[in-house]
C-alpha cells in the first residue's frame, strides 16, 4: 500500500499499451478506486475500445467517462488559437498542444463531480504533455494531487511495459509485440507521428509513417477550388454551406488530406529542453490559417496586423509550453479577439497538389481601395505627398550620415 494513498484518482485514459499498464499500476500501487475518463476528440475507432479495456480492468461501468468533445474542442480551443494565426517556433500549428486543456479541464471537472482527490496521466517525463496537463491542473485545482506514473514507477521503456501486462493479465494484442511503433497522436486538428527512425534528423520518412495525408505526388492532377465564409476571424461557411466548426474543420481535412496538404517535418525545442524530431499532418488546418491570412490582410490595418504578428510567437509558445490557463494567455487572447471583430468576408482558394494557393478575397469591411493604388491616373492620392513623408523619415539617417560616414 502507498503512503497516504488518495481515496479516488481519475485517469486521463486512452485505451492503449501505457495507459492500460497505468491504470492497473494504480489500481496495485494505490489500492483505491480508479476512474477513467476518454475524450473524444476526433481520434477515430479507439475511442469506444476505451471502455471495453477499462472493463477488462475491473473499472466499474459508472466509473467510465467517455464523452465527445469535438465541438468544444474546435469551437472554444483550436478556433481562439487560430485568430492569432498561431504557429510554434514558425512551423508547428500543435494540434496536440491545443487539445490537452481541454482533456485536463474536463479531467478537473469530473474529478470534482465524483469527489476524486487525484488525477493521472500518462505522458513521460521528457515531454512537454506533462506541462500540458499539470499546469493545467494546478491552475483549475490548485489542491488537487497528480500522480505522474512515468516519474515516479521503475517501469524503464517498452518491454517492462509488455512485461508487466503480462504479469497482471492485461491483454496486448500480437501485432502490438514487435518492435516499438511510432508514437503518434491523432485528433480533429491533427496526426503527429515520433520515433523509430524519425529519431535520426538526417533520416527521410517512411511513407508508412504518414497515415492521413496523401504524398503530393499522388495527389489528384486536377486542383479543387473552395471557398471559405468568415465571421469575426472563425471560419463558418465551405462554399456557400453553414456548418458546426468541428464539421467544417472535417470536411477541410478531407479537402486538404486529397491534395496532398499539410503534412510537415519539423524538430521543435520542448519546454524541458531538448530537440524532438517529428510529423505533423494538419490537412484542414493549414487550408484555414491560409484563409484567415487572407481575409485579414484586407480587413486589418497594418499596425493591427504587425503587432499581431509581433505578438504571435509569445502566444503560440504559451500554449505550446502548457499556460492556457494563464493570465497573460487570456490577456494576449483579449486582445486578439479585439482584433477579429471586422475580420469577416470569403476567400477563394485552390487546393493543389500539397499547395494552398490564394485565389481571391472579398468583405464588406475590406480597407482596400482599388481608386487609390491603381497604377491609372486618378484617385485622391496626390504622389508629390511622399516627397516631405520620404524626407521627414530619412532626417535622422542624413544626420547620421554626416556625422558617421567616413565617405563624406
Known sequence: MHFNRPKKIVLAF??????????KWLQVTYDCEIVTFTA?????????????KALALGVLPQNIFIEDLREEFVSSYAQQMFRANAAYEGYYLMGTPI???????????????VGADAVAHGCTGKGNDQLRFELAYYALAPDIRVISPWREWELAGRAEL?????THGIAVARDKRGAAPYSSDANLLHVSCE???????????EENAWSKVVSPEAAPDSPSWIEIDFEKGDPVALNGDRMTPATLLTKLNALGAQNGIGRLDIV???YVGLKCRGLFETPGGTIWQVAHRAIESITLDREEAHLKDELMPRYAALIYNGY???PEREMLQTLIDKSQERVTGRVRLRLYKGNVIVEGRKSSNSLYRQELVTFEGGGS???RDATGFIKINALRLRLLGEVRNPLL
Open 14 to 23: 486512452s485505451g492503449g499499451l501505457d495507459t492500460s499498464v497505468i491504470l
Open 40 to 52: 473524444d476528440l476526433g481520434q477515430g475507432e479507439e475511442v469506444e475500445q476505451a471502455r471495453d
Open 99 to 113: 487539445a490537452r486543456p481541454l482533456v485536463a479541464k474536463r479531467q478537473i471537472e469530473i474529478a470534482r463531480a
Open 162 to 166: 509488455l512485461e508487466f501486462a503480462d
Open 195 to 205: 520515433g523509430k527512425s524519425l529519431e535520426d534528423p538526417w533520416a527521410t520518412p
Open 268 to 270: 521543435d525545442t520542448r
Open 324 to 326: 492556457w490557463f494563464s
Open 381 to 383: 492620392y496626390d504622389q
